[in-house]
Nanobody, 129 residues
Framework: QERLAETGGDSVQAGGALRLSCAASLYSPTGRDYCMAWFRQAPGTEHRGVAVIDPDGKTTYADSVKGRFIISRDSANKSLFLQMNNLLPEDTAMYYC?????????????????????WGQGTQVTVSS
């Protein structure tokens, strides 16, 4: 059974850093990595894509986090990471990892929550000014 579990959320001051982890249990008959992404959701808003890593390791970021966040994966240990540096109060949200066997051909769709069928329960990140 596919399962995703995020950890690493915390409360930090602006300018600080956090590293989120997502432990993945995903069935892949070909042995190929999944398309995986980090989303975040602030209260009263929808899920917003933050960063995506495709099965070949290519990464894409939302403009709001470019230069500050880094998405990476450890395929051997089936883990996904999000290194978040220079955190801002507007980064405060519940962060979720998501997975789907393939990424869409259109990059913009990879930032659409409707593309992904597998989701974790989320981990809270709070950044104070």
């Amino acid at each position: 059974q596919e399962r995703l579990a995020e950890t690493g959320g915390d409360s930090v001051q602006a300018g600080g850093a956090l590293r989120l982890s997502c432990a993945a249990s995903l069935y892949s008959p070909t042995g190929r990595d999944y398309c995986m992404a980090w989303f975040r959701q602030a209260p009263g808003t929808e899920h917003r894509g933050v960063a995506v890593i495709d099965p070949d390791g290519k990464t894409t970021y939302a403009d709001s986090v470019k230069g500050r966040f880094i998405i990476s994966r450890d395929s051997a240990n089936k883990s996904l990471f999000l290194q978040m540096n220079n955190l801002l109060p507007e980064d405060t949200a519940m962060y979720y990892c998501a997975a789907e066997p393939v990424c869409p051909a259109l990059v913009d769709l990879s930032f659409d929550e409707k593309w992904y069928n597998f989701w974790g329960q989320g981990t809270q990140v709070t950044v104070s000014s």
